[in-house]
């Protein structure tokens, strides 16, 4: 009689794009915007040159966006004040320095976290090596419940939300 199919173990980079406030971390809320389980640091890095500049448009739209009204809108630009989050979130698709350091944390197997602050928030892009088990059954996947690097608790099913993008979702 056969046992089934055995269980198949893969490594995964798990990747998350988060807001989070920047008050005192012990109670602070975080929001987490999308995840992807990746198959290579490659790969991740990806999924980040993708939610960077998502991220920016959420925190700064771009002036030429279909829905800011034009020409004289509710929409101003704000007195600069020295942390311009969403300018370092849209430079990071072509910072080449950033990519090699994120690909060297990556496949040494460590964390890798890229955290910029502004307006009393964080906004991060972080991956983490994963194992996968499956049974070798298609989209038979276990993966682990999504949970930001360093984060104070993990958020609750009601605060998660599934981007574009984002990988098959935790059991």
């Not at 993708?50 to 002036?63: G, K, M, N, S, Y």
């Not at 958020?155 to 059991?171: T, V």
């Amino acid at each position: 009689m056969s046992a089934g199919p055995s269980p198949v173990v893969l490594r995964r980079l798990w990747c998350e794009c988060s807001i989070a406030e920047a008050k005192d971390p012990a109670i602070a809320r975080e929001w987490l915007l999308g995840t992807y389980a990746a198959s290579s640091p490659r790969l991740a890095i990806r999924w980040f040159a993708t939610w960077a500049p998502r991220l920016a448009d959420l925190i700064e739209p771009p002036r030429d966006a279909p829905w800011v009204p034009k020409p004289n809108g509710a929409l101003r630009p704000a007195r600069e004040t020295g942390l311009d989050a969403a300018s370092a979130l849209r430079a990071w698709p072509h910072d080449v320095g950033e990519h090699d350091q994120a690909l060297t944390a990556l496949r040494d197997g460590t964390p890798y976290r890229f955290t910029v602050s502004g307006s009393g928030l964080r906004y991060c892009l972080s991956a983490r090596p994963i194992v996968v088990h499956s049974h070798g059954r298609p989209g038979d996947l276990m993966l682990p419940p999504p949970a930001a690097v360093d984060s104070p608790r993990p958020p609750s099913q009601g605060e998660a939300s599934r981007g574009r993008g984002a990988g098959p979702r935790a059991p």
